[in-house]
């Protein structure tokens, strides 16, 4: 089965064992544009029905980490949870394959890649990335125990307040959204191919 390309690229086959890098230019992120605008204006309904699963669970954990013992996590846990977006949109790249080769796209497939023959390599990335999103929560709290902490705070108030109207405050937010990026970056070393590559053919 040939795996689509933009247009002007040599299909690869499946069963090629050389997989070839190819240089992508503003021409190819215009057509990725496009195909991906073109895959949520026509499974919008469902799109957005699935897309709010995941920041819904997100703002459960955040609500859950209102109890003040780990009240300095709530920041990082939310923009740590972006870190484990690009396992979540694997869902995403199944709809938009399965829409690209003509077959039933409905949300009920979103978690088709769990039943696939990649299965076990994308656990494994996610894995990977998990492991990535506990390493930067770890640092977050570190971070905090060096600067405001390692005492719990006495209240949101309080916290708040420390943190915008403290030197320690202003410590903690720029060396964590400096430590931050650093993470960020990772991650998108590690999956901004690999995962919808592992969507697209078993690696």
């Keep these: 089965m040939a ?12 069963d090629e064992e050389d997989i070839r890098i190819r240089k992508i230019g503003p021409h190819d992120l215009r057509i990725a544009l496009r195909q991906g605008w073109e895959d949520f ?25 209102l109890d003040m013992s780990v009240l300095p996590l709530i920041f990082p846990l939310v923009a740590g949870a972006i870190l484990l977006g690009p396992a979540a949109a694997s869902g995403f790249y199944e709809l938009a394959r399965r829409r690209e080769h003509g077959l039933d796209s409905r949300w009920r497939h979103f978690l088709d890649v769990v039943r696939g023959p990649a299965a076990p390599s994308l656990f494994a990335a996610t894995g990977v990335i998990f492991v990535v999103f506990l390493l930067w929560m770890y640092a977050a709290w570190y971070i905090y125990a060096e600067t405001l902490g390692p005492e719990a705070p006495a209240s949101f108030g309080a916290f708040m307040r420390d943190v915008f109207t403290t030197p320690q405050g202003w410590t903690m937010i720029l060396v964590g959204n400096l430590v931050g990026l650093c993470f960020a970056v990772l991650t998108l070393a590690l999956s901004a191919v690999s995962f919808p590559m592992l969507v697209d053919r078993r690696v």
């Design 41 to 65: 204006m026509s499974k919008r309904g469902d799109l957005v029905f699935v897309g709010f699963i995941y920041p819904l669970v997100i703002a459960l954990a955040g609500m859950y980490a």
């Design 3 to 14: 795996i689509a390309r933009p247009t002007g690229m040599t299909p690869v086959r499946e």
